[in-house]
Structures are given as structure tokens and as C-alpha cells.
């Protein structure tokens, strides 16, 4: 259980990893998420299923650096084993057949909008996606989107596709085209941006919000966001949400709160990880 | 005869306040046989009733005062499967304590049944080999337990004895729900309640972590492949005020804050992972055991102020006195007919203050409790940088709203036979806070007790609530 089947480097700071388990390969659907712990002593983090295998009991999940929790995962090697697994969580994602959607993802949120791409292509959508990142070099799973949709890509710097941010992306296909529905999975702030864009041009919108959880069944509260005025928790109310509805602004101050802890804690492993090199 | 109980050595205030050590420190031999003597080993024994899992307490008592600490051990497991945990947690004051015929007559203190049994399972701990082989599996139907707290242990405990194959499902990873994420390492070590889950493991009861019900595990699944299932799931879901600044940063549930301390050892940071804020000014709001654990546990953490915030008076407060005394030794202050109206914050989102308003008693309300009402222009601000609101909790939904056909009540817990525990759903029994709401260790375990004598009676067909007529 548990075990790393397949590791991959996607990007410089994103790992591809297939994970045994065969109960999370066949239980969970499209926009649902696992919990992780990697050690005795580490942190429980929430990550998303990007794929899964079910026949093969395997399922996929790709990882961002972004703090020591990552990182230690990240070297992680196959054949290696992730202490905790638990899921899936959260409520999937509302597949159905809308009619045109326009899918947005950023960075590491590309993988988290794969399963759901597919689900909806599967629904009879016509799905047309918009991928962004950096550069070229931290643009993901292209090819896996070009299979299911028209994909428009864009990069901070222009080193493919479009140069600027996704929502310029939005702006122009919005201008062109009709959509029903739109996604949008990404950076807090690029959602928080692509929701804008999409209430401009009268879109509804879901977006995928990841915040600071600890259990992920509901007991804890620490992930709760305000959306529609209400106090929600993303871990058992969503991840997904209309994004016309959540309150982008606190969740943002909330995705703070860690913020020198963490980077303390970082620190802390980069230099024993560079000693020891 | 002593009319006092044998005190029991406690680190002090001073220390204690700065360490997650554990702050009572146990009876030496001496000392436990020294207050058994102080039993009268009277006929009626109206300690046993108090108690909710009915231990032969006059029983195991006489044993320790002979000196005979296995047998006065035995006697003490043969009805309790946690010993260690209920003589630490359990609310003796109000239960099999406050029953005890030394403690009526006048000017005299019970006899300290919590430490004599805190004391014999510890001693059996240091001194005994568990020898015990797991208990054949002599029985072809299988049980499922879905949570690991109190409840779900005592019900697995028992049946594995009774010869049943048990599987217990925990989301968690590690087993003990609210013993280990709920109660400080200063009150339970977790070592402790290890070492009694280990035991239960040992009666071959199998314990899975990392699994969600519902959720990893279908209920359709579950209600398949085993001949009873007994949900324990505990009441989970923080409850929140609601007021103005909630979603501040440094405005934590209790259940955040202790799950992030207790299981995740937060207080050890940045040595372990999970990282809590540690605040200077810190306001605990309500005045229950929970709210006591947290305060003292901030404290632990190095804040210099904390405050417990409750809108009724010391009287009506639900924590344990032993634990209200504790917080008072240690410096925690109390706002008495206080509550917060709301959080106020700074420019990036983090608590900086509450505004409170002062309440007054007037007239008695639904649950029979004097009634706070809050005096009008009496509003007042304090500055604090971290909040903790440790008001209660309801059910957890994510079982609940995957199980077709089971009866909640009115107030979304599971309606369950109080006396067996059977729930609408054939084969499905239920207890602990997930039926009645926040409760005790020793209540929960009770509530598994019964449901594993009539899980018996169901599985060996002598008794059938569901039946057709």
C-alpha cells in the first residue's frame, strides 16, 4: 500500500508520482483529493488525484514544491513508500453535460483539472482549455489536454503560446465565443482573477480551493472559507465552490497564516539537505 | 481514618505551566494502599453504580489493600478495557466518587477511586507481561467498528472477548479519536493510551488507520460484508459562534488547536511539521473541559496571558473542578459573564482584539441553566492575538450523509436505543457523543459496553429489535 509505482520529473519543481493503492484507484472520482503524511514526524497535507488506474490499483498525483513537506516528497524514489494515505475526500466535481466549457489551469492546477477535462469531454462537452504557467519549461501535461480539448496555452514570458496571464487568454475566447460554464483550477489569485473575468462576461464559474486543512473530514474547521456569506469548510462542503460566491480576499489572508513557520521550517531542511550533500 | 484522600504529587504550577509533562504524578505503592485502607468495603457498594461500566470497584480495592495488585488488576480490566485512560480522564467527582459512602460523612472526603484505579493499571503496566494470546476467533460473524475512540474500543474490546472477528476503521492515523487528538499530553500521555490500544489490538481486535467511512470505505460495502456494524464516530464538527471576524487569522476551533497540538505535536515544532501560532494574548471562549485543555495548552506553548471567556459564572461552568483548579494554579484568567460580540482585525487578516459585552443571569433557559442576557452599553475591547473558541461541536456529516435509511434526531445525531444502542438500520448499532452529543470518556465507553452485550444477543439471534411483526 501506498507504495510509489512511477515517479516523474514534470517540471523543475513538479513530481508525477503513481501511487498504489487500490480502494483511492477505485473509489474516487473527478476533483476529490487525498491527505498525506510522509513521515512520523511530518505534517498532514491535502494533494489532489490527478488520474487514476483502477484495473492497476494506482492512482496518479502530481506535487509542487513549495515547502519542506513537498520537497521531502519529491525525493521521494519509486519503490518508496508514503507513510499515511487517506481518501478520497472532498465532494467530486458537478460533471454533467453543459454545453461549451472553458477550463483554466495554472501551474500544478493543470493536473488537478485533468480528471475533471476528461470527465466532461466524456459528458459530451466541448471542451476548450487554457493552460498557463512561467515558461515553457513549467507548462504540464499538454499533450494529455491536446487529446480531449482545443488547448490555447500562455506563459508569463512568452516562451510558448500567448504571452500574459491566463485571464488575457479568457478575455479573448470570452470575446469570441459563447461558453456555459467555466473552471478554473490554479494559484488562489489566478482564480480569484479568473473569477472576476468570468462574472465580467456573465460565466458562471467552479474553482478548486486548496487551503490549510489538517484532518479532511470536517473536524477540524481549519480550512473554512466564506462563501455566500456562510462559513463553509472546503474539506467536506467542497474543495469545488462557485467561485462568484467565495470570499477571495480572506481566503487569501487565511493561506498566509503559516507563512513563517514555513519558512522556517524550509530553512531548516535546506540546510541539513545542503550539509549533507 | 484519615478523613482526607491521600494527596497525590503533582508537578508544580511554576513548571508545569512551561512543559507538556504530565502534571499529576501518581500514587507510589505506599500511597495507594494507604488510601484503599480508607474503603469500608460497605455492603452497598453505591460507588458501582455511579459507575458508568459497573467496575466491582469495593473489589478491586480490597485486592490492592491485600497487597494483591495482579488479582486487584484483573478484577479492574474484567470490566473496564482502558483503565489507565478512565482513572486519568474520567469525571470520578460526579460518578462512582461522588456515590462513596466515606465521602457523606461529615467533613470527609470519598475515597480516591480515580487514582487507586489510575494507579493499579499503571503498576500492572510496569510490573506485569501481558501473556495474554489473542482470543480465538470463535464466532463466524464479523463486526465492523467505524471510529477508535472510547466507544469503538470498549465495543471491539468486548467482542473480541466474546470470540467475534472485529475490524475497527479509523480516519485518522492513529487509533484513540479524542484521546489522542481531544486530550493534551499533560492529562493523557499518549503512551498511555497506546499502550491500552495495544492491548486491544492484542485481543486480536484489527485496527485499520487512513480509512474514511463513506468516503475510502462505501457504507454499501460495509453493510455487505459484515453481520453488525457499530458507528462510534464521535461529535466532530467545531461549532462557531458566527460573530463578526471568525475566519481572522489566530481564530482557531478547539478541535484545530488541540489536533494540531495533541496528535500532531505542534509544540514541537519546527522538530515535527505541523506548525500552530503561538499567541501572547490568548482568549479560550467557553469554560468546559475542552476549553480548560486549550488554555493550558497555549499557556504550554509560551503565551503570557490566557483567558478562559465564558457568559455564565463559575457555578454554571461544565468543566471538572480538578481541572478548573488546575487552570486557576497555573495563572489562567477567568472573564466571567463575558461574551464576545467580535474579532477585530489588523490589515493582513490576523486577530488583534475581541469586543466583549458583560452578561447578567435572569430568569432559566430551555436547559434549565440560568440565563445569560447581555446588560445593554456595557461593551468592552481586549487585546488578544490568537482566539480559540471551545463552545462544542456537532455531528460529523460525512458518514452520516453517505447511510441510507439512518434516523438522525432533531439535532442531526444518530437516534440510537439508549439502553442497546440499535439504530434504525438493521444491524446497526451506535453510541457515544455521535448519539448524544459531547459527553464523557467514560459515558462513550459505557454506551460501547451495552452495545456489545446486545451485538451478542442480536448475532446469536437471542434478541431482535428489527424484526417484523
Known amino acids: ?277 | 481514618m484519615k478523613n482526607k484522600k491521600t494527596p497525590m504529587r503533582e508537578q508544580p504550577p511554576e513548571i508545569r505551566k512551561r512543559n507538556f509533562e504530565e502534571v499529576a504524578l501518581g500514587y507510589s505503592l505506599e500511597e495507594a494502599v494507604t488510601e484503599a485502607q480508607r474503603c469500608l468495603q460497605c455492603p452497598t457498594h453505591p460507588c458501582v453504580s455511579g459507575c458508568p461500566v459497573g467496575i466491582d470497584i469495593p473489589g478491586f480495592i480490597k485486592k490492592l489493600k491485600e497487597g494483591k495488585l495482579e488479582e486487584s488488576y484483573r478484577i479492574l480490566k474484567s470490566y473496564n478495557n482502558l483503565p489507565a485512560i478512565c482513572g486519568r480522564v474520567c469525571p470520578q467527582e460526579v460518578q462512582c466518587e461522588s456515590r462513596c459512602v466515606v465521602g457523606k460523612i461529615k467533613d470527609s472526603e470519598p475515597v480516591a477511586i480515580g487514582r487507586l484505579e489510575r494507579f493499579v493499571a499503571d503498576w500492572a503496566a510496569d510490573n506485569l507481561k501481558e501473556e495474554m494470546e489473542s482470543s480465538p476467533i470463535s464466532r463466524k460473524e464479523k463486526v465492523a467498528v467505524v471510529g477508535s475512540g472510547p466507544s469503538g474500543l470498549t465495543v471491539a474490546a468486548d467482542l473480541a472477548k466474546l470470540g467475534y472477528q472485529v475490524d475497527v476503521f479509523e480516519a485518522f492515523h492513529k487509533p484513540g479519536g479524542v484521546l489522542v487528538y481531544g486530550i493534551p499530553e499533560f492529562r493523557l500521555p499518549k503512551k498511555i493510551v497506546e499502550r491500552e490500544v495495544n492491548y486491544i489490538r492484542k485481543l486480536g481486535v484489527k485496527i485499520h488507520t487512513n480509512v474514511v467511512v463513506g468516503k475510502t470505505l462505501k457504507v454499501g460495502r460495509l453493510l455487505n460484508e459484515y453481520d453488525a456494524i457499530f458507528i462510534g464516530t464521535g461529535a466532530g464538527t467545531p461549532r462557531f459562534m458566527g460573530i463578526p471576524g471568525t475566519n481572522l487569522n489566530g481564530v482557531y476551533s478547539a478541535n484545530e488547536f488541540l489536533t494540531r497540538v495533541n496528535l500532531m505535536k505542534a509544540y514541537l515544532f519546527p522538530e515535527y511539521d505541523t506548525p500552530i501560532r503561538v499567541g501572547k494574548t490568548v482568549a479560550v471562549i467557553g469554560a468546559g473541559n475542552t476549553a480548560m485543555d486549550a488554555a493550558r495548552s497555549a499557556l504550554r506553548l509560551g503565551a503570557k496571558k490566557v483567558y478562559i471567556v465564558y457568559r455564565r459564572t463559575e457555578r454554571e461552568m461544565p468543566a471538572r473542578r480538578e481541572e478548573y483548579h488546575h487552570a486557576l494554579e497555573e495563572g489562567i484568567e477567568f472573564l466571567w459573564l463575558t461574551l464576545p460580540v467580535r474579532y477585530l482585525g489588523d490589515a493582513n487578516g490576523n486577530v488583534r482584539a475581541m469586543e466583549c459585552v458583560k452578561m447578567e443571569l435572569k430568569g432559566i433557559d430551555r436547559s434549565g441553566r440560568p440565563k445569560p442576557v447581555p446588560i445593554e452599553g456595557s461593551n468592552f475591547s481586549i487585546e488578544v492575538d490568537m482566539v480559540i473558541e471551545a463552545i462544542g461541536q456537532g455531528p460529523n456529516r460525512v458518514l452520516l450523509s453517505e447511510f441510507p435509511g439512518l434516523e438522525l434526531n432533531e439535532r442531526g445525531y444518530i437516534k440510537a436505543d439508549k439502553d442497546t444502542g440499535a439504530t434504525s438500520v438493521r444491524g446497526v448499532f451506535a453510541g457515544g457523543d455521535i448519539v448524544t452529543g459531547a459527553a464523557t470518556v467514560i459515558e462513550a465507553m459505557g454506551a460501547g459496553k451495552r452495545a456489545a452485550q446486545f451485538i451478542h444477543a442480536y448475532l446469536s439471534g437471542e434478541w431482535d429489535p428489527w424484526k417484523q411483526e
Open chain 1, 1 to 277: 500500500m501506498n507504495e510509489i509505482v512511477k515517479k516523474e520529473k514534470l517540471a523543475g519543481d513538479i513530481v508525477d508520482f503513481w501511487i498504489r493503492s487500490p480502494v483511492i484507484a477505485k473509489e474516487s472520482q473527478p476533483g476529490q483529493f487525498v491527505v498525506v503524511r510522509i513521515h512520523e514526524k511530518g505534517e498532514r497535507i491535502p494533494l489532489t488525484i490527478a488520474d487514476t488506474k483502477p484495473s492497476e490499483g494506482m492512482f496518479r498525483m502530481v506535487v509542487k514544491v513549495v515547502g519542506k513537506t513537498t520537497h521531502q516528497l519529491s525525493l521521494l524514489e519509486e519503490g518508496d513508500t508514503i507513510l499515511d494515505v487517506v481518501g478520497p475526500l472532498g465532494n467530486p466535481s458537478e460533471i454533467r453535460h453543459y454545453g461549451s466549457v472553458l477550463l483554466v489551469g495554472g501551474g500544478v492546477g493543470i493536473a488537478t483539472l485533468y480528471p475533471i477535462a476528461r470527465a466532461l469531454k466524456k459528458a459530451g462537452n466541448q471542451v476548450t482549455t487554457i493552460l498557463g504557467a512561467r515558461s515553457k519549461d513549467y507548462l504540464i501535461m499538454v499533450r494529455e489536454f491536446e487529446e480531449i480539448s482545443e488547448v490555447f496555452l500562455v506563459t508569463d514570458d512568452g516562451s510558448v503560446g500567448m504571452k500574459g496571464v491566463v485571464t488575457d487568454a479568457m478575455d479573448i475566447l470570452f470575446k469570441k465565443r459563447n461558453f456555459d460554464i467555466c473552471w478554473a483550477v490554479g494559484p488562489t489569485i489566478m482564480m480569484k482573477f479568473c473569477t472576476l473575468k468570468a462574472k465580467e462576461f456573465g460565466v458562471p464559474i467552479w474553482v478548486s480551493l486548496n487551503p490549510i486543512m489538517v484532518d479532511g473530514t470536517g473536524m477540524c474547521g481549519a480550512c473554512r472559507v466564506t462563501v455566500a456569506n456562510q462559513i463553509k469548510f472546503a474539506c467536506v462542503d467542497g474543495p469545488e465552490f462557485r467561485g462568484e460566491e467565495v470570499d477571495w480576499d480572506e481566503l487569501l489572508k487565511r493561506l498566509s497564516q503559516y507563512k513563517e513557520q514555513e519558512k522556517l521550517s524550509y530553512e531548516i531542511f535546506l540546510k541539513a539537505a545542503g550539509d549533507k550533500q
